[in-house]
């Protein structure tokens, strides 16, 4: 079963809006929390990744909100650009090199 | 090359038929990775390779699927019989070492449909 779930499956933002993708977990051994984007034809780039040591990470606009105690976090998407339109998947880790994926969040940012 | 590569980009196949799915990762990256991503889902570990330890292959979803790496470098996907059920986008990723501290770079893609 998918050990970490996602959503939305898609959303729509306006120009300059913010997008905010949400992801929940279970395993309580995970320890890294990487958000990756996929362009149509392209394999997935790391965007910007957090430890549980700190509750949140910002790089540029984008932003990761992490809660230990619910076992959720967020990617927050400010000022979204037509650019920003991708698929972005989170992800979760626990000392190993696996990874369990989402099963990603469609972001379509309208003009 | 700058990146990780992967061919072909596209593969079209009976039931039935065995494919190879090649994947060229980037000089001097020591980890290797293999997955699948089907449609409308994410990405589904199969199989990695670090150095000349033993690949750790239990994320491959049935023995029609097996992958090696030779010489530590270009590693090959096949699988056997392939079923419809396969299709998928076939993601070969690669990092400097194995563990989260090392970036995965992933390479493009094979899709397979399999007819």
């Known amino acids: 079963q998918q050990q970490v779930k996602q959503s939305p499956q898609s959303l729509i933002v306006q120009k300059g809006g913010i997008s905010i993708i949400n992801c929940a977990y279970e395993?309580?051994?995970?320890?890294?929390f990487p958000w990756y984007q996929q362009f149509p034809g392209k394999g997935p780039a790391l965007l910007i990744a957090?430890?549980?040591?700190?509750s949140e990470k910002k790089e540029g606009r984008f932003t990761i909100s992490f809660n230990k105690s619910a076992k959720q976090f967020s990617l927050h998407i400010m000022d979204s650009q037509p650019g920003d339109s991708a698929t972005y998947f989170c992800?979760?880790?626990?000392?190993?090199?696996?990874?369990?994926f989402g099963a990603g969040t469609t972001v379509t940012v309208r003009a | 090359g700058a990146g990780v590569s992967q061919s072909p980009s596209n593969k079209v196949t009976e039931k039935g038929k065995d494919v190879e799915l090649r994947c060229d990762p980037i000089?001097?990256?020591?980890?290797l990775y293999w997955y699948r991503q089907s449609l409308g889902q994410g990405l589904e570990f199969l199989i990695y390779?670090?150095?000349?330890?033993?690949?750790?292959k239990s994320g491959l979803p049935s023995d029609r699927f097996s992958a090696e790496r030779t010489g530590g470098s270009v590693s090959t996907l096949t699988i056997q019989r392939t079923q419809q059920e396969d299709s998928a986008v076939y993601l070969c990723?690669?990092?400097?070492?194995?563990?989260?501290?090392?970036?995965?770079?992933f390479g493009p893609g094979t899709r397979l449909t399999v007819t």
């Open positions: 390779f670090q150095g000349n330890s033993a690949p750790d």
């Open positions: 990723a690669s990092s400097l070492a194995g563990g989260t501290s090392y970036e995965q770079y």
């Open positions: 000089s001097g990256h020591t980890a």
């Open positions: 957090i430890r549980p040591d700190v």
């Open positions: 992800a979760a880790s626990g000392g190993d090199y696996k990874l369990s």
């Open positions: 395993n309580t051994a995970f320890d890294y």
